[in-house]
Nanobody, 124 residues
Framework: QVQLVESGGGLVQAGGSLRLSCAASGRTFNSLYMGWFRQAAGKEREFVAAITWNGGTTYYADSVKGRFTISTENAKNTVYLQMNSLKPEDTAIFYC?????????????????WGQGTQVTVSS
């Protein structure tokens, strides 16, 4: 089992930036993909970005391409999500997740471990 703890959320004005962190502990060697998902009020959880621990493969949702960057720091077992040019529609709870699979990096149902989430609010 992998334990995940997110941090870095907060309130920011439109056009601003935030960096989310996800600290992983436990059986992290079993995790192949690390992903970020988000859920806005009244909406379903949606994929944001995913990365392999070696950083060699990344995926992004079309809505965040060019604005968000996912990265890893293996020495700290930490995954980051740098979010720039934030928009009010980015407001959501952001979740970090870990998957033991080599496929389906964009599908929430294929992730095995989840953090508790961190709130991101973007004001207009």
């Amino acid at each position: 089992q992998v334990q995940l703890v997110e941090s870095g959320g907060g309130l920011v004005q439109a056009g601003g930036s935030l960096r989310l962190s996800c600290a992983a502990s436990g059986r992290t060697f079993n995790s192949l993909y690390m992903g970020w998902f988000r859920q806005a009020a009244g909406k379903e959880r949606e994929f944001v970005a995913a990365i392999t621990w070696n950083g060699g493969t990344t995926y992004y949702a079309d809505s965040v391409k060019g604005r968000f960057t996912i990265s890893t720091e293996n020495a700290k077992n930490t995954v980051y999500l740098q979010m720039n040019s934030l928009k009010p529609e980015d407001t959501a709870i952001f979740y970090c997740a870990a998957s033991r699979r080599l496929y389906g990096a964009t599908q929430a149902r294929l992730y095995d471990s989840w953090g508790q989430g961190t709130q991101v609010t973007v004001s207009s």
